[in-house]
């Protein structure tokens, strides 16, 4: 008892089918083997979880031929002879009781029990339905590679191997979460990470006592730095290269069975901002988009707040022909231009999250629908001047503009604050929440690194790569807070003499 | 580790309880303001009259989004003794504050200009909503309400008007002066120094003017014309110079950018001559106790217009004509000089030309300096020289012998 095989066959599978709580995939064949066919043995394997093609080579094959034909020997011992088949075709590992028949039929193995033999053994048949490799749907370029993770955590980490081929890239697994049994995988390339930094991950990831991981998020959650925040400490990306070319600058990723958002820790505010493509387009270019970009930062964040503090507290700013301008749209407006500011916005995020949601087919009419009718009429029925539309637009697109979605999420909360403090105290206040945000940014920590290196703490070094791009003849060193091993390649002009 | 959370908690508390309960004074919404693009200043019996020029946004704006309702904008006046006061005036007479931070221009009456205008700027000075980035004009011969009244066709904004044609009339034609708010008071700070304000009149008729079929004619009942620069002694407007004068008063003072002129031909008629680059400098000298000024003007011309028999490729005409450019501007300088010497009003600034040169002996002249100055010998001497003569190069009249 107390979980171990009984020599009866028929109660082993009973108790196996006890633990299962009688559930209808689980298979159990018999097969009879032996001479005469009078020994019976059984595989029992969950339905969805293996691959057929596999268990029919492996397994079926095996015991229904050759074991036949050896079982007409009178010394037929059919522990052996079935072990020596199982190795011929493939390798099977011991198991005797009942908890880890339990784990290796819910990992996709086959259990094979004998009637009369208190061990059973157990064969991988890992199969199931697999995305295909295809291309990333939340960050693709316009040149690179189109190869994206996928929900196996085999699939992804022959991804990185094929990518990074040196024995120094070390993969640790665990199991974390009781009962989803996830398994995650730390990745670093030996000599290039800081062994502190591997460390401190790998004792947040022990620390982690939960009954379920689903996804990275979950894991981000539960490892990052604990402050108060909304922006995000540890980077995701789903695609191959971008981990890759992590890993090599000294970082650390964190796959995840189930999903394919691969996580990479410790994260930089400015890594937020850079996109693959800038190493794969030429640097003068990169360096043009990623200055775009910043803008775009600074357009998202402050570009309601300005228009808000600017018309109502400091028209002497604008120039006169604007100011006309502006104040001959809201004549007639029934509100206040923060209230207007608002209004906007939450339309403008309300449309966004149906826009998510919505089936595909529905999902283009309603955007344009959406942007410009609801627009064009709030403006024509006199609930918004057209000044503020145009803000909003702008706003929203720009925000897109940033590579990640969770810095543009995080922007789109602080923009919202930065509104009140411009509706109540004007420039003064939107100056003071500047304040405010860079102070806490600066004050955020990834993994022990700060946050704002390198211009937080301010590195001459490592702006080479920050917000200009330059040509990778000059990137030939890893950030320093990140990585141990700074040299990176040496690199003479590629001009022919 | 609890006392200080509890402590956070609070103050954010704070904070936020501070921000509902200030909550957002002093916020004035676009469509609470008048914005006032023109404000006048006359004199009257109880006080000062101030008229302002407010836009209606709703008549200027670019698209059709005019109603024809009303005109694109609206003149109000209040009388109080001092400024400030009859400013707040004015908000009980429109229906939205009166925001004078775009001012354009500050029109003086030419009444309350003779009568000084030390006092009555002040208000203007110093409150914190006026720029300075606005000119003053003095209305010549007529009330500052009246010129603001005018409605302007092509310009739907009158005081905008006035702010364009300064600056382009001072860049092109040369008698006109821009005179900011800040420069007004740091020369009337300076007690040698008299200060010099262009002057506007009315031309045409006024009441028709103030119309807006005045904008409907291509020809305007009535027209904002600069006219002529007022001379100012002790903040007090006491003569007008004349449109040559002007000029001469611009040629002193380096202003000139671009201005045309004639001469007249040895045998009669006239040459138009377009002035592209002058350059003046004053010098001054302490001669026996005698203070003594030298301005040294150069100018660079094209000709423009031949009305008469020259040959111009001929080098000695060339001389010829610089050398009569040089005495007609002599002429001019040496005019706007002894009129401003008859004033004993210090508008170009000789004082402090001889202050530069000799500052001791200035000491002792600095007091009784509009005597000095009225008696001042200046030398003008003047270099031009003719540079382009156009796409041809001798008139048909020339040529056609």
């Known amino acids: 008892m107390n979980g171990s095989l009984d020599s009866r066959l028929d109660e082993n599978i009973a108790a196996v089918k006890n633990e299962f709580g009688s559930s209808k995939d689980l298979a159990t064949e018999m097969v009879s083997v032996g001479p005469g066919q009078l020994v019976r043995v059984s595989l029992i394997y969950m339905r969805g979880l293996i691959d057929a093609a596999s268990l029919q080579d492996r397994i079926r094959t095996p015991l229904l031929t050759s074991v036949r034909v050896k079982s007409d020997d009178r010394d037929f011992d059919p522990v052996t002879i079935v072990r020596s088949e199982l190795e011929a075709a493939g390798g099977w590992s011991r198991i005797d009781c009942i908890p880890d028949i339990s784990q290796a039929i819910l990992s996709g193995m086959t259990v094979i029990i004998i009637d009369g033999v208190t061990e059973g053994m157990a064969v991988d048949t890992k199969g199931g339905q697999e995305r295909a490799v295809e291309e990333p749907s939340t960050q693709s370029v316009v040149r690179g590679p189109r190869e994206g993770f996928t929900e196996s955590a085999a699939t992804n980490l022959a991804l990185i191997r094929k990518r990074i081929k040196t024995p120094d890239l070390r993969v640790e697994s665990r199991v974390i979460g009781t ?34 991981i689903l996804e990275s998020g979950n894991i981000e959650e539960l490892i990052q730095d604990n402050t108060v925040t909304v922006f995000p400490t540890i980077y995701n990306s789903e695609r191959p290269d971008v981990v890759a070319a992590g890993l090599l600058e000294g970082r650390v990723a964190i796959l995840i069975d189930g999903t394919p958002f691969v996580l990479l820790a410790p994260a930089l505010f400015v890594q937020f901002f850079q996109s693959a493509e800038d190493y794969y387009q030429r640097a003068d270019f990169a360096s043009l988009i990623r200055i775009l970009r910043y803008i775009c930062f600074f357009i998202s964040l402050l570009a309601p707040s300005f228009y808000v503090a600017i018309t109502t507290f400091h028209q002497e700013l604008i120039p006169s022909p604007l100011l006309l301008s502006l104040a001959a749209q809201r004549e007639g407006i029934p509100f206040p231009a923060f209230l207007e500011a608002a209004v906007m916005e939450i339309i403008f995020e309300i449309l966004r999250e149906a826009g998510v949601r919505l089936p595909k087919t529905v999902g283009q009419a309603v955007s344009i629908v959406g942007a410009l009718v609801i627009g064009q009429a709030a403006v024509e029925a006199g609930l918004v001047s057209p000044g503020m539309v145009i803000v909003v637009s702008i706003t929203a697109i720009a925000n897109f503009v940033i590579p990640a979605f969770n810095m543009g999420i995080s922007i789109r909360i602080i923009r919202f604050l930065l509104m009140m403090c411009a509706a109540a105290f004007g420039l003064f206040g939107v100056t003071i929440g500047l304040i405010a945000m860079v102070q806490h940014l600066c004050s955020l920590r990834s993994m022990g690194v700060p946050y704002m290196s390198p211009m937080g703490p301010f590195n001459l070094d490592d702006q080479k790569d920050t917000i200009l791009r330059l040509p990778l003849s000059k990137l030939l060193a890893r950030p320093r807070f990140i990585s141990a091993n700074r040299i990176r390649g040496h690199h003479d002009s590629p001009r022919p003499k | 580790m609890r006392q200080r959370r509890l402590r956070r908690g609070f103050l954010l508390v704070i904070f936020i309880a501070a921000l509902f309960v200030s909550g957002c004074w002093d916020r004035r919404e676009l469509n609470e303001l008048s914005i006032a693009v023109g404000m006048g200043l006359d004199l009257s019996e109880s006080g000062i009259e101030v008229t302002a020029q407010v836009v209606n946004p709703g008549e200027v704006v670019a698209r059709g989004g005019s109603t024809g309702y009303s005109t694109p904008v609206t003149t109000l006046s209040a009388i109080d003794k001092t400024t400030f006061e009859a400013l707040r005036k004015l908000n009980t007479l429109a ?10 221009v500050l029109v003086i009456g030419e009444r309350l200009a003779r009568h000084g205008l030390n006092d009555v700027l002040d208000g203007v000075s110093r409150d914190r909503e006026f720029r300075s980035d606005f000119y003053l004009i003095v209305a010549k011969g007529t009330t500052a309400k009246n010129v603001l009244s005018i409605l302007t066709p092509m310009e739907k904004i009158p005081a905008n008007k006035m702010f364009i044609t300064l600056g382009q009339s001072h860049k092109y034609w040369a008698p006109t002066v821009k005179v900011q708010l800040d420069d007004f008071m740091s020369d009337e700070a300076n007690p040698v120094k008299s200060m010099v304000l262009t002057g506007l009149e009315v031309v045409g008729n006024s009441e028709k003017g103030r119309t807006k079929r005045n904008e409907s004619r291509s020809t305007p009942y009535a027209l904002l014309n600069y006219s002529g620069v007022g001379l100012f002694k002790g903040g007090k407007l006491v003569d007008w110079l004349g449109e040559e004068e002007s000029k001469g008063y611009n040629y002193i003072m380096d202003n000139v950018y671009n201005t045309a002129g004639h001469i007249s031909c040895p045998g009669g008629k006239e040459l138009g001559v377009e002035v ?32 008469c028999k020259i040959d111009l490729t001929k080098q000695q005409n060339i001389v010829l004509l610089e050398q009569l450019g040089e005495d007609k501007l002599e002429g001019i300088l040496m005019s706007v000089i002894r009129k401003a010497q008859a004033n004993k009003a210090d508008i170009f600034g000789f004082g402090e030309a001889v202050e530069d040169a000799n500052p001791r002996a200035w000491k002792a002249m600095e007091d009784k300096w509009p005597e000095y100055f009225a008696k001042l010998d200046v030398k003008v001497e003047v270099d031009v020289q003719i540079r382009k003569l156009g796409t041809t190069s001798n008139s048909i009249l020339e040529r056609g012998e």
């Open chain 2, 95 to 104: 229906p939205r504050k009166i925001y004078t931070s775009h001012l354009r």
């Open chain 1, 179 to 212: 009962l989803t049994r996830t398994s995650v995988d730390l990745l670093f390339i030996q000599g290039i990470a800081k062994a502190a930094v591997v460390e401190e991950i790998r004792s947040r990831l022990n620390r982690i006592k939960i009954d379920g």
């Open chain 2, 276 to 307: 592209i680059r002058a350059k003046a400098t004053k010098k001054g000298k302490v001669e026996g106790g005698r203070p003594e000024i030298t301005v040294r003007l150069f100018v660079e011309e094209n000709i423009s217009e031949v009305r």
